[in-house]
Nanobody, 124 residues
Framework: EVQLQASGGGLVQAGGSLRLSCVAS????????IGWFRQAPGKEREGVAC????????HYANSVKGRFTIAIDNAENTVYLQMNSLEPEDTAVYYC?????????????????WGQGTQVTVSS
């Protein structure tokens, strides 16, 4: 079965850091695009960052540029989201997802497989 397992969320103070992990089973990341998305209570799901596993190209939402970094370890079939300088506005459930067409879009409709999500809470 195709599965994505997101982990690494937690409660942090504003200005702190977290590293989220997304581990794939049943397939390999090495020919797809992987994205991180988030959804806060009462708000729409939004794209945060994505990475193309073939060429390493990345794309970030303007709200997280300079603070978040997406990276991939193809050997371990794991994608990371390093989040620094966290703000209360970053509080959300974070999901990883796979686009089998291997593009570079942050549109949620482009993605085919989704993980279960991990909660990130940033206190003031």
């Amino acid at each position: 079965e195709v599965q994505l397992q997101a982990s690494g969320g937690g409660l942090v103070q504003a200005g702190g850091s977290l590293r989220l992990s997304c581990v794939a089973s049943g397939f390999s990341f090495d020919e797809y695009t992987i994205g991180w998305f988030r959804q806060a209570p009462g708000k729409e799901r939004e794209g945060v960052a994505c990475i193309n596993s073939n060429d390493g190209s990345t794309h970030y939402a303007n709200s997280v540029k300079g603070r978040f970094t997406i990276a991939i370890d193809n050997a371990e079939n794991t994608v990371y989201l390093q989040m620094n300088s966290l703000e209360p506005e970053d509080t959300a459930v974070y999901y990883c997802a796979v686009d089998i067409l291997g593009g570079s879009s942050l549109g949620t409709y482009e993605y085919d497989f989704w993980g279960q999500g991990t909660q990130v809470t940033v206190s003031s």
